[in-house]
């Protein structure tokens, strides 16, 4: 099969290489899945730059590529939730990544069943910001009736975490672009900011909970508007001692992260919040509640911006690198 490949980290960047490599033979816990179309995320880029390696450390080659979707082809002897020809898709486990590939052996459990109304281009769209959603809101114990700040809502992320929010009973409050407003308030956001016109620290106070998109250089003022006692979960900021921690790391690593996010941790205490880093990882039961979330009649937004063939996965990784992206980039595989 071909499969992308990183041979080595590079914080510059470097391409992936196309190689012809085994199908692989799947696990007991594990289905083998002909992918049918893979995400390409800024995730992959940072993998590439080696700025997840104290998180997850990777040996090379590595097979690339986090969210797909596929058929199911094969199932190990102890997997007993899919069966050949289900359409499935998930975030890979976090050590063993392996989207952009024409096949993927799979731990059964961090696949989802693909809803019959999403093709598997828009299918492929949806595991990572759908988990970040849902793990985010989990961690922040977000209940019904309360509010929300997602920064820089009018992305993908937004585009997932705001009807999931509305979803879940949480009032929904963002900031972004004025030509985003309409598209925003139609996925379920209550207040839009417009970013160039105000700042959300003179509208907002004594929100809830904040989900972080936009890291360091935003945090002081998102724990502004946090009320006294609430949760602030940061997708951009730097992993703190409660990650090590959550992650069941080594001691090492523990101080190691200790160290990096406390100043974080030490403007969470200045008002009993609380912060926490999110690196989301695979959960299909988690997208299985997804699906219940949404129908045909109330289905799941994705949006494409641009779809690439294998062949060109360096493009599509330059083309999120830039950070101009309205949407998912896609890599549709040949069908074998």
Request: aromatic share 8%.
């Given at each position: 099969m071909k499969a992308a490949l990183l041979t080595q980290y590079d914080k510059k960047g470097t391409k992936l290489e196309i190689r012809d490599i085994p199908i692989p033979v799947p696990a007991d816990d594990e289905v083998l899945v002909q992918v049918m179309a893979a995400a390409v995320n800024p995730l992959d880029n940072m993998i590439i730059r080696s700025e997840v390696k104290l998180i997850v450390p990777y040996k090379m080659p590595l097979v690339m590529g986090n969210e797909?979707?596929?058929?199911?082809?094969?199932?190990?002897?102890?997997?007993?939730h899919f069966k050949p020809g289900d359409r499935v898709y998930g975030r890979l486990p976090l050590k063993k990544i392996g989207a952009?590939?024409?096949?993927?052996?799979?731990?059964?459990?961090?696949?989802?069943?693909?809803?019959?109304?999403?093709?598997?281009?828009?299918?492929?769209?949806?595991?990572?910001?759908?988990?970040?959603?849902?793990?985010?809101?989990?961690?922040?114990?977000?209940?019904a009736g309360e509010s929300i700040f997602i920064s820089g809502?009018?992305?993908?992320?937004?585009?997932?975490?705001i009807p999931i929010a509305r979803s879940l009973g949480l009032?929904?409050?963002?900031?972004?672009?004025?030509?985003?407003?309409?598209?925003?308030?139609?996925?379920?956001?209550?207040?839009?900011?417009?970013?160039?016109?105000?700042?959300?620290?003179?509208?907002?106070?004594?929100?809830?909970?904040v989900l972080d998109t936009l890291?360091?250089?935003?945090?002081?003022?998102?724990?502004?508007?946090?009320?006294?006692?609430?949760?602030?979960?940061?997708?951009?900021?730097?992993?703190?001692?409660?990650?090590?921690?959550?992650?069941g790391m080594s001691w090492g690593k523990r101080i190691l992260f200790q160290v990096a996010g406390r100043k974080y941790d030490k403007m969470a205490a200045a008002k009993n919040q609380t912060y926490d880093?999110?690196?989301?990882?695979?959960?299909?039961?988690?997208l299985e509640k997804v699906n219940d979330l949404f129908d045909k009649e109330h289905p799941l937004h994705t949006s494409i911006d641009t779809v690439y063939s294998l062949d060109q996965i360096n493009q599509a990784l330059?083309?999120?690198?830039?950070?101009?992206?309205?949407?998912?980039?896609?890599?549709?595989?040949?069908k074998a």
């Open positions: 797909l979707a596929g058929v199911v082809v094969k199932v190990g002897k102890k997997a007993i952009f590939a024409e096949y993927a052996a799979i731990q059964e459990s961090a696949l989802a069943p693909i809803p019959d109304y999403l093709s598997y281009e828009e299918a492929a769209t949806v595991p990572l910001t759908a988990l970040t959603a849902m793990q985010a809101f989990e961690m922040m114990h977000a209940q809502g009018t992305g993908s992320l937004g585009a997932m975490a009032h929904v409050y963002t900031n972004g672009s004025k030509e985003n407003e309409k598209r925003v308030y139609e996925l379920g956001a209550e207040k839009f900011i417009d970013y160039k016109k105000e700042n959300y620290v003179d509208v907002l106070s004594n929100v809830d909970h890291g360091d250089r935003e945090l002081p003022n998102e724990f502004k508007v946090l009320k006294p006692g609430g949760n602030l979960v940061s997708l951009r900021g730097l992993p703190n001692g409660r990650f090590a921690k959550r992650s880093f999110l690196f989301v990882h695979e959960n299909g039961k988690q330059d083309k999120v690198k830039q950070g101009k992206s309205r949407g998912k980039t896609i890599i549709k595989m040949e």
